[in-house]
Nanobody
Framework: VQLQASGGGLVQAGGSLRLSCAASGRTFSTYTLGWFRQAPGKERVFVAAIRSSGGREIYADSVKGRFTVSRDNAKNTGYLQMNSLKPEDTAIYYC??????????????????WGQGTLVTVSS
């Protein structure tokens, strides 16, 4: 599976962005899709994940209630809708794919495939 993240950009605090993760290959629908982010000078951290058939999303506490992860398997695409953005959301956002369905979804080491990342900058 090859992944390509897009949709990043510059937005003011309180604004919204929707990131997309386009996948190649016929097996995208069999993978859990995860989103991670890496802020300048910091490690990559978990943001959200959605299982292969959709539903049962999980979120980092820092984004719960503001971000929504979804997917359209017919289009081989995953999404991260980000609302009420804050300056601390500024980071490069990566999408990843894994066969893990239960524990370990917050661990980037469990992901087999990664997109190239898309930069989100939130100004105050």
């Amino acid at each position: 599976v090859q992944l390509q993240a897009s949709g990043g950009g510059l937005v003011q605090a309180g604004g919204s962005l929707r990131l997309s993760c386009a996948a190649s290959g016929r097996t995208f629908s069999t993978y859990t899709l995860g989103w991670f982010r890496q802020a300048p000078g910091k490690e990559r951290v978990f943001v959200a994940a959605i299982r292969s058939s959709g539903g049962r999303e999980i979120y980092a506490d820092s984004v719960k209630g503001r971000f929504t992860v979804s997917r359209d398997n017919a289009k081989n695409t995953g999404y991260l809708q980000m609302n009420s953005l804050k300056p601390e959301d500024t980071a490069i956002y990566y999408c990843g794919a894994t066969k893990v369905v239960l524990s370990g979804l917050r661990d980037q080491e469990q992901y087999y495939y990664w997109g190239q990342g898309t930069l989100v900058t939130v100004s105050s």
